[in-house]
């Protein structure tokens, strides 16, 4: 990852992004909803990811936003499709830095797992118990992980270690989501 990419997704000014232009929902379940449905549906246009922050298909909210927003949201769709699918595995869900409290980035990663769902309930047009059972099974870890929550006051190095497991092991998921719902094409051998 370049540190342009770095930049582009970093949790606070995608967060604050959002805030200024009075998207009701945070940096994680943005990234969420796109990398949901950037697994179910592939490829797609800027305006229907960004149009599903409100819950509409009107181009209307696109026009809406600034110039600035347009273009970094835009910036972190295309880089985020290149790293669901570069073979060196350099996705990551956006979450808060590793200095913010435990509970807040519990909070943050369960509400990326309930963006990603909504993403991929928009895309995906199967019941769940018609998907292949590695699918449906990580579908329902990260229905599982949506509803998590760390209470503690204070955080011991076995809660750390508990949610980096956690984190490490929804980025893997999301990676087989992608694999298995828009599997890589070979080009066409020459015979």
Known sequence: ?????????????????????????????????????????????????????????????????SAETQKRLKELHEVTFQQLNDTQCTFYPLLPKDDTSLNFRTEMLASWCRGCLYGLGTGINKPLNQLQHDVAEAIQDLVDISQALHHAANSSDEDESAYSEIVEYVRTVVMLLNEELQPFKKPPQMH
């Not at 805030?19 to 909803?33: K, P, R």
């Open 1 to 65: 990852m370049t540190q342009a990419d770095h930049t582009i997704i970093d949790f606070d000014s995608i967060d604050k992004l959002l805030n200024e232009q009075e998207i009701i929902i945070d940096a994680s379940e943005c990234h969420g909803v796109l990398c949901g449905l950037l697994c179910s549906k592939g490829h797609f246009s800027d305006l229907l990811w960004i149009n599903q922050l409100w819950d509409s298909e009107s181009s209307q909210h696109e026009n809406s936003l």
